[in-house]
């Protein structure tokens, strides 16, 4: 199975600045054949399902404001929020998608400073 | 627009069964895969498996082999996930949620809402 490590485990930020979620894989997810990273990003606020915010790595899902932003490839990617807003305090978890069984992050919990 | 429901919360023996449901609508049901994920209390989020609406196959992690079935009916769009041999490990909210049309495309912009398994003597 490929593990997904996130950091770091809990973070908190003042409104109004960036925050980065780090999200590494224990084996490539960039299939070769298309070039592309198998990588989402979701948030999760309590009491709700998770929400899409990111998958092939850095393609933003309809709706979801530009704020946050993925980057990376291979084993190694990112989830950037560039000015965080008080509704940003969630959840966020990495999930790759590249095999069965398909994988979550272990979550980072994202707080105001 | 696209709808998961799913119904309403468990409680179970330990040893018992639960089958949850998955209705959708707003698309073609058989046009995509369905998957199964499940949150414990406190916990994060664990892939269960798939159903493929139109063909019927199914795909499960590992650890679920035996005692998950994924099933579907198409005639009112409704996919189910029993879990059979229930333990108070299995104590979580399950969710359906649906995957992209492409192959390949199993990331989730559709969820149900949840559906609270409790598993307790």
């Known amino acids: 199975d490929i593990v997904m490590t996130q950091s770091p485990d809990s973070l908190a930020v003042s409104l109004g600045e960036r925050a980065t979620i780090s999200c590494k894989s224990s084996?490539?997810?960039?299939?070769?054949?298309?070039?592309?990273?198998?990588l989402g990003w979701y948030q999760q606020k309590p009491g709700q399902p998770p929400k899409l915010l990111i998958y092939w790595a850095s393609t933003r899902e309809s709706g979801v404001p530009d704020r946050f932003s993925g980057s990376g490839s291979g084993t190694d990617f990112t989830l950037t929020i560039s000015s965080l807003q008080a509704e940003d305090v969630a959840v966020y978890y990495c999930q790759q998608y590249y095999s069965t069984p398909y994988t979550f992050g272990q979550g980072t919990k994202l707080q105001i400073k | 627009q696209v709808h998961l429901v799913q119904s309403g919360t468990e409680v179970k023996k330990p040893g018992a069964s639960v089958k949850v449901s998955c209705k959708a609508s707003?698309?073609?049901?058989?046009?995509?895969?369905m998957h199964w994920v499940r949150q414990a209390p406190g916990q994060g989020l664990e892939w269960m498996g798939q159903i493929n609406p139109n063909s019927g196959d199914t795909n499960f992690a590992q650890k679920f082999q035996g005692r998950v079935t994924m099933t579907r009916d198409t005639s009112i769009s409704t996919a189910y996930m029993e879990m059979s041999r229930l333990r108070s490990d299995d104590t979580a909210v399950y969710y359906c949620?649906?995957?992209?049309?492409?192959?390949?495309?199993?990331?989730?912009?559709?969820w149900g809402q949840g559906t609270k398994v409790t598993v307790s003597s």
């Open positions: 084996q490539s997810l960039l299939y070769s054949s298309n070039n592309k990273n198998y």
């Open positions: 707003g698309y073609t049901f058989t046009g995509y895969d």
């Open positions: 949620a649906r995957a992209g049309r492409a192959v390949g495309s199993s990331w989730y912009a559709y």
